[in-house]
């Protein structure tokens, strides 16, 4: 069998499976729930909206319009989520306000992306670059507020290092495919598609692993805890 057989049926599998990777982070936060910190806790809720979103693209295929506006409000969702969580793990004010500014302005932003920069396209480009520079750009400064007052710990025990970690890697490679590589590729190359897709989901495999692995490790006493609560 060619080769575009097996990546076709790999990333369809892929694509099939990712409810099922996103439930494992999602189901070790319920079970250490009482355990986990405040920030951890929005992004367990995030993590169950996100499934949502993809349970009713997954049971219930929608037309391209309504499939569309759902992604695009998935996006949203995310972001908002994602960002929040950087709100109890900043220190310092400015940095709190800066957060809320931000995910208030990308807000805005997004739905004037779905209304009028870039109606009825099936990718919205702007707002997933904005997306991506916001929560880089979050997750970088926490990397800089952690070596700043590194505590004399292991970093593969602190939950908020293995969260920043999974976004910083998750969404640094899939800013390019979005915005530079599926913009590009023709409707009708499903290889090309497919190729992009795969890659997804994979980056989103190892993101949601780094998850779990921080409400694992939430569940255990860190000074690291305490540093952001």
């Known amino acids: ?44 809720v995030g993590l169950a909206c996100m499934a949502v979103f993809i349970a009713i693209l997954t049971v219930h295929p929608l037309s391209g319009a309504n499939e569309g506006l759902l992604w695009h409000a998935y996006t949203v969702v995310q972001t908002l989520f994602l960002g929040s969580v950087y709100y109890y793990l900043f220190q310092l004010r400015w940095q709190r306000l ?21 109606r009825d396209q099936p990718v919205h480009a702007y707002t997933h670059t904005l997306q991506s520079t916001l929560l880089l750009s979050f997750g970088l400064l926490y990397f800089y507020q952690l070596a700043r007052h590194m505590p004399a710990v292991r ?61 694992y490790r939430a569940s255990r006493p860190s000074s690291l805890l305490l540093l952001h609560e």
Do not use: C, K
Not at 16 to 41: E, V
């Open 1 to 44: 069998m060619p080769t575009s057989y097996w990546v076709i049926w790999a990333a369809e599998r892929m694509e099939q499976s990712t409810l099922l990777l996103l439930l494992f982070p999602l189901a070790i936060a319920i079970i250490r729930w009482s355990l986990l910190p405040r920030s951890l806790r929005i992004l367990a």
């Open 98 to 118: 800066a957060v809320v500014a931000s995910l208030a302005s990308f807000l805005v932003f997004a739905l004037l992306d779905w209304l009028w920069l870039e």
């Open 155 to 215: 970093l593969e025990n602190d939950p908020f290092f293995l969260v920043t970690s999974g976004i910083v890697m998750y969404f640094s490679g899939t800013v390019l495919l979005y915005v530079f590589v599926l913009p590009f590729i023709a409707a009708t190359d499903a290889l090309g598609q497919h190729i992009v897709s795969l890659l997804v989901s994979g980056v989103a495999a190892l993101q949601y692993s780094l998850f779990a692995l921080a409400f």
